[in-house]
């Protein structure tokens, strides 16, 4: 148990840029969360997979933002045209099938727009 | 909708103080709830948690009871240590239409504790 990992930790980029980051879960888990984190807030849920479907999306996820699963192993989480307002921690987060199960968290990646 | 109210830190307190986190909650469901500790350049870690009313969760010396009456679980400890400064982070999860667990936080809670 390797535990979650997120690459990059830090990105820095200009407003307007795309953006992407990459998650990469435990490697028996089934469920894979992405969460935001702005300064002085709790992380606020962004969308769930299970495997490799996208079964929900908050509406905090904007038009501007995409997220896949492929093979239902690592996860990308994309942003087209960032704002200043996307500036956040982006947390992923993995656990097993099979009712509440545990959510483990990667160390998450600092997005600074500029 | 879900929703988690915690203590406004900064909260600073001597080693071996007592600690009190307050927690609430508001849910449409019958959420579980959780206590989750973020150490300085560290990724969220669960700390406890409880799934049904009047469990108490604990871990670490920290403890926090299920009270489904008062909509509340608050986290605490008898006696703090300087390794527990940390921000801490009531959360609950409900199981959504879609299968998912998603978690609702609070805002955190900043705990500092000084020789």
């Known amino acids: 148990d390797t535990g979650v990992s997120q690459d990059p930790r830090h990105k820095i980029t200009k407003r307007g840029q795309n953006v992407t980051f990459r998650c990469d879960p435990i490697s028996e888990h089934n469920r894979l969360y992405w969460y935001r984190q702005t300064l002085g807030q709790g992380p606020e849920f962004l969308t769930y997979?299970?495997?490799?479907?996208?079964?929900?999306k908050s509406r905090l996820l904007s038009d501007r933002f995409s997220a896949e699963r492929p093979k239902g192993s690592f996860s990308t989480l994309e942003i087209q045209r960032t704002e200043q307002g996307d500036s956040a921690m982006y947390l992923c987060?993995?656990?097993?099938?099979?009712?509440?199960?545990?959510?483990?968290f990667g160390p998450g990646t600092r997005l600074t727009v500029t | 909708g879900n929703s988690v109210t915690q203590m406004e830190g900064p909260v600073t307190l001597s080693e071996e103080a007592f600690l009190t986190i307050n927690c609430t909650y508001t849910?449409?469901?019958?959420?579980?709830l959780f206590w989750y500790v973020q150490y300085p350049g560290e990724g969220l870690q669960l700390l406890l948690k409880a799934t049904k009313a009047d469990d108490k969760g604990s871990n670490k010396g920290f403890e926090a009871t299920y009270r489904k009456e008062t909509t509340s679980f608050h986290l605490e400890k008898g006696s703090v240590q300087v390794s527990d400064s940390a921000v801490y982070f009531c959360a609950l999860s409900d199981r959504s239409g879609a299968g998912s667990y998603q978690l609702t936080f609070g805002k955190g809670t900043k705990l500092s504790v000084i020789p």
């Open positions: 987060a993995s656990s097993r099938l099979g009712g509440e199960a545990e959510q483990y």
């Open positions: 997979f299970q495997n490799e479907a996208q079964l929900e």
């Open positions: 849910a449409t469901g019958y959420p579980s």
